[in-house]
Every structure is written in structure tokens, then in C-alpha cells.
T-cell receptor
Framework: GENVEQHPSTLSVQEGDSAVIKCTYS??????FPWYKQELGKGPQLIID???NVGEKKDQRIAVTLNKTAKHFSLHITETQPEDSAVYFC???????????WGAGTKLIIKP | SQTIHQWPATLVQPVGSPLSLECTVE??????LYWYRQAAGRGLQLLFY??????ISSEVPQNLSASRPQDRQFILSSKKLLLSDSGFYLC??????????FGSGTRLTVV
């Protein structure tokens, strides 16, 4: 079955710098890749997603890139701010009515 | 707009007691519904999912059960809680498996 690996488990960056979190997946049939942000004590919140017919998607300071050949996708956060501190989860699925397979999460720490 | 309600936010229950957590969704029809559990500092473990009324799929064999008595209502239950049932329980919904939206979660502590 599908397996999603996420790295690093913890990432500490200086405020204003960029942060990159990477995920790899094993099932080449996967075609949907969302990213979630979970703040302490809250449920995860979808921040951006990408489908396999697109190589990159941007939303303000957040971007996701997808390399289908290498089977990996990455979350890029530019100009990091203190409110970006949270745990970020990647996931992958084969699309309609398939379950999301989750990465283990990355704790992002923004240092002032 | 769609909203998801999950309650209670916090629950402390003794070992061996029953459990009932409820989740309701508004503003959408025939959503896919999910129950997840998250141990402290850990990832998301799918417990149950449902693609329609009365249809429940279990991912992890355990002493928990789920029911979907109405289209937009999902209930997580246990007859007798174990210490290992402690955790953060999250309900979520999606449209055909895309764009999961999570509830605010229930912090369950079994003592």
C-alpha cells in the first residue's frame, strides 16, 4: 500500500527566512497531495493542496511543488512569521473516495 | 458555508466507563466522514470512515465503534474505556475524499 515519508521531523528557522518540508510517496497512482497545519490543541487545517496534473501551486507565502517522476512533493513557506509555528502534515491519496495516507508531521519553529 | 461541530472539547473518564463522542456537519450533503485519533506529539491515526448512512469501515481493530445514524452525524463509542484510549479525537469530513475539514477535537483522558 501507499507509504508517505515526511522530513524533517523538526525544523527551526529564523523569522523572515524560508522553510521547506519534503514528503515522498510510494504509490505512483497517487494524484492528490494536501498539506495541513495543526496549531497546538486544534484540529489540522488545510493550507494548500495540489493534484498531479499540476507541478506547482502558490498561495501568497505558501507554495507546493510536485515531482511525479521522483514521487516527492514539498511545502515552501517564504518570509516566515511567528504565527507559522505549528506542526505541518503532508498526505497523499489516489483521489476520489480513497483515504488520505499521512506523513508523520514536521514541527516548525520560527525563532524571533 | 460548511461547518463541523465536535463535542465535548475535553473529557475525563474512568477506566471501564462508556464513551460517546458526537460530530455533526452542516452545509453539505452526503459527506465522507472520518474519526481520527492522535496521541500526544504524534501523527494522525484513522479509526473509522463512512461514505454513507449506515456504512462504516474500520481501520484499526479495538474496543471502539462508530455509527452514522444520519447523513451528517457521526458518533464514536466505546462500551468500556481502556487507559490506552486516551488521546485527541478528531472528526473530519470531505467531499469524495478531497479537502478534508477537521473539527476542533476532543481531548480524552482515561483515568
Amino acid at each position: 500500500g501507499e507509504n508517505v515519508e515526511q522530513h524533517p521531523s523538526t525544523l527551526s528557522v529564523q523569522e523572515g527566512d524560508s522553510a521547506v518540508i519534503k514528503c515522498t510517496y510510494s504509490d505512483s497512482a497517487s494524484n492528490y497531495f494536501p498539506w495541513y497545519k495543526q496549531e497546538l490543541g486544534k484540529g489540522p487545517q488545510l493550507i494548500i493542496d495540489i493534484r498531479s496534473n499540476v507541478g506547482e501551486k502558490k498561495d501568497q507565502r505558501i507554495a507546493v511543488t510536485l515531482n511525479k517522476t521522483a514521487k516527492h512533493f514539498s511545502l515552501h513557506i517564504t518570509e516566515t512569521q511567528p504565527e507559522d509555528s505549528a506542526v505541518y502534515f503532508c498526505a497523499a491519496s489516489k483521489g476520489s473516495n480513497y483515504q488520505l495516507i499521512w506523513g508523520a508531521g514536521t514541527k516548525l519553529i520560527i525563532k524571533p | 458555508s460548511q461547518t463541523i461541530h465536535q463535542w465535548p472539547a475535553t473529557l475525563v473518564q474512568p477506566v471501564g466507563s462508556p464513551l460517546s463522542l458526537e460530530c455533526t456537519v452542516e452545509g453539505t450533503s452526503n459527506p465522507n466522514l472520518y474519526w481520527y485519533r492522535q496521541a500526544a506529539g504524534r501523527g494522525l491515526q484513522l479509526l473509522f470512515y463512512s461514505v454513507g448512512i449506515g456504512q462504516i469501515s474500520s481501520e484499526v481493530p479495538q474496543n471502539l465503534s462508530a455509527s452514522r445514524p444520519q447523513d451528517r452525524q457521526f458518533i464514536l463509542s466505546s462500551k468500556k474505556l481502556l487507559l490506552s484510549d486516551s488521546g485527541f479525537y478528531l472528526c473530519a469530513w470531505s467531499v469524495l475524499g478531497y479537502g478534508y475539514t477537521f473539527g476542533s477535537g476532543t481531548r480524552l483522558t482515561v483515568v
